[in-house]
């Protein structure tokens, strides 16, 4: 890592003085960063040159079909793997895509700094009622970071482009952890663009989230232990004792999945700066979308006191929680998962997409999504004013 000092090093200067990033981030932006972890995956990508006009280039579907959207029987599309470019000048990259199945669209964010690849041991299951399209984010896994640190509110930016490449007016969308920032983010900023929308063991982010316990902070900034010890603690975080005791084998796949796709150094320190200033507690009313709020009965990175917060204020929210799992509830049990989603969003077809912004919010929202980062620390900080006036 020595040779990534100066990243860590200018992106600690707009932190508080005294505090490491990680351990600000773990304390103040809601989100339990597996960065101990991620640590010992990290390397650095050199990006290619970037363009100012959207390309995209075509690989090789999973099924080893022809290249391009592939269909077999019924219409269904099966895997197809995808590059995106999004954004312009020294702030493009190019998102990884996977796109399979049919029906309405849904749309996939996944967590921190980590790959779509988590994705791929449930994907297929709603893939047979879905048209289910995952990447992953700018800066994580497979999709290089530009240089420029980027915001959640940029990240939510990505996602829309993203459907604009694919033609997709509206689509469901499944946030999970800090995907679920992004999506609350999309849902402020792009209802129109937003048909159901589900956050998965995630947060309103900011000063006023419930952290996790002093243990489990502890365990995932340790800078001592050895990978494969870091790792287990990862694990103790992410699965419940008695997933853990019973599946063994399932946890080491699912922990390898974390690390297949190693996320650049430059991209960890993006991902860590944009999801320890996202803040929409104030501005979760605005949503307009149906939303089910899942969450894992016995999350400890992400406690559930986090998703009652999030139900109680978004007006059409309805909150469902997996019992007896962790904060990777989707991966411990996915067939209780999969049965909370499904007969909430039949209970609550047909879901159409909201009206678009108008007015002085539409015409400020790209002023401020640009400025995501700025707009972030502001909202933070009057977070953090707000709760020392209230003592």
Not at 78 to 92: D, E, K, Q, S, Y
Not at 287 to 299: C, F, K, Q, S
Request: charged share 20%.
């Amino acid at each position: 890592m020595s040779a990534n000092c100066s990243v860590w090093t200018a992106i600690s200067s707009r932190l508080p003085t005294g505090r490491s990033t990680a351990s600000y981030a773990l304390r103040h932006s809601g989100l339990p960063a597996i960065v101990t972890l991620l640590r010992s995956v990290v390397r650095c990508d050199r990006l290619s040159a970037l363009q100012t006009r959207l390309t995209i280039k075509r690989q090789v579907p999973h099924d080893g079909g022809a290249t391009g959207i592939s269909t077999r029987g019924g219409g269904r599309r099966h895997a197809v793997v995808t590059l995106f470019r999004v954004g312009r000048g020294i702030n493009a990259t190019s998102l990884h895509v996977e796109r399979e199945g049919s029906g309405e669209p849904l749309l996939w964010i996944t967590g921190f700094a980590i790959s779509s690849e988590i994705f791929s041991p449930v994907i297929h299951t709603y893939a047979t009622s879905y048209d289910c399209i995952r990447y992953d984010s700018r800066g994580a896994g497979r999709s290089p970071a530009p240089w420029r640190v980027t915001s959640i509110p940029e990240l939510a930016g990505d996602a829309v482009r993203l459907l604009d490449a694919l033609h997709i007016d509206s689509a469901h969308v499944y946030g999970l952890s800090m995907g679920g920032m992004v999506a609350q983010e999309l849902a402020i900023r792009f209802p129109d663009r937003m048909r159901g929308l589900v956050l998965g063991g995630t947060t309103h982010g900011g000063p006023r989230a419930v952290l996790p316990s002093p243990r489990i902070a502890a365990a995932l900034t340790s800078r001592n232990a050895p990978a494969a010890v870091r790792a287990e603690l990862v694990g103790r975080a992410l699965f419940t004792e008695a997933f853990r005791t019973e599946h063994p084998d399932l946890v080491r796949g699912y922990l390898g999945l974390l690390g297949r796709h190693r996320t650049s150094a430059r991209g960890l320190v993006s991902h860590l700066t944009a999801s320890t200033y996202h803040d929409t507690r104030a501005r979760l009313a605005r949503i307009a979308a149906p939303t089910l709020v899942l969450h894992g009965g016995e999350d400890q990175l992400t406690p559930l006191a986090n998703a009652h917060l999030l139900a109680a204020a978004i007006p059409d929210a309805t909150l469902g929680v997996v019992a007896d799992a962790g904060h990777a509830y989707l991966l411990e049990r996915p067939e209780e998962s999969h049965r909370l989603f499904d007969s909430w969003l039949a209970s609550r077809a047909p879901v159409v997409a909201g009206a678009p912004l108008s007015g002085l919010a539409a015409r400020s929202e790209p002023l401020t999504r640009h400025l995501g980062l700025q707009v972030g620390m502001l909202r933070t900080a009057r977070s953090l004013t707000s709760i020392r006036h209230r003592r």
